[in-house]
């Protein structure tokens, strides 16, 4: 009776795992022309977007990559690669009028604290974790009309490349006050 328990146990864990959505489809550091999409022959292809700052974002709905798990669908998936290289994976989530990308955050790389009395659809801030070899941030806050979710994951190898590409958006952003 016990093996047949841990057998349906380790089953169900297993089968749960096949099911989570993968947003990551491609190693950091690889570069853009090795993304391929499974099924994308007869869909729009995602949209790579060139910036000023020496970065280029693909842009790829979740709903193109987690065909199964439907709970994050209406989320964005963002590769940006620096010098052809995957340096960090954004998720955004705007005006979706849930919080799925903290529960998504909290059940994957941990939970955290919430102001007691506050509801979890009225918190803004951010939290951060080290998981592995990565940075991981969630980002709660308010956008014109409305509120975004983000979760952005960054390698510890291109941390200081993104601080270079984000140095280069600050001082723009600055520049246009």
């Not at 749960?16 to 022309?33: E, P, R, T």
């Not at 987690?66 to 209406?74: A, E, I, P, V």
């Amino acid at each position: 009776m016990k093996k047949t328990l841990l057998i349906l146990l380790f089953s169900i864990l297993i089968s749960a795992n096949a099911l989570a959505c993968n947003f990551q489809i491609s190693n950091f550091g690889d570069s853009k022309d090795q993304v391929k999409l499974e099924g994308q022959e007869a869909k729009p292809q995602p949209i790579l977007m060139p910036d000023q700052f020496g970065g280029e974002s693909l842009l790829i709905p979740i709903e193109d990559i987690c065909k199964d798990d439907k709970s994050l669908w209406g989320t964005l998936v963002v590769h940006l690669y620096i010098d052809n290289k995957l340096s960090q994976i954004q998720l955004y989530r705007a005006n979706m009028k849930d919080n799925k990308l903290m529960d998504f955050a909290m059940s994957k790389y941990g939970k955290f604290n919430l102001p007691e009395g506050l509801p979890k659809n009225k918190w803004r801030g951010s939290h951060q974790w080290e998981v592995g070899n990565d940075y991981v941030q969630y980002i709660s806050t308010n956008i014109h009309d409305g509120h975004a979710e983000v979760i952005e994951i960054t390698s510890k190898l291109y941390a200081s490349v993104m601080a270079d590409y984000n140095s280069k958006v600050g001082e723009w952003l600055d520049s246009r006050k």
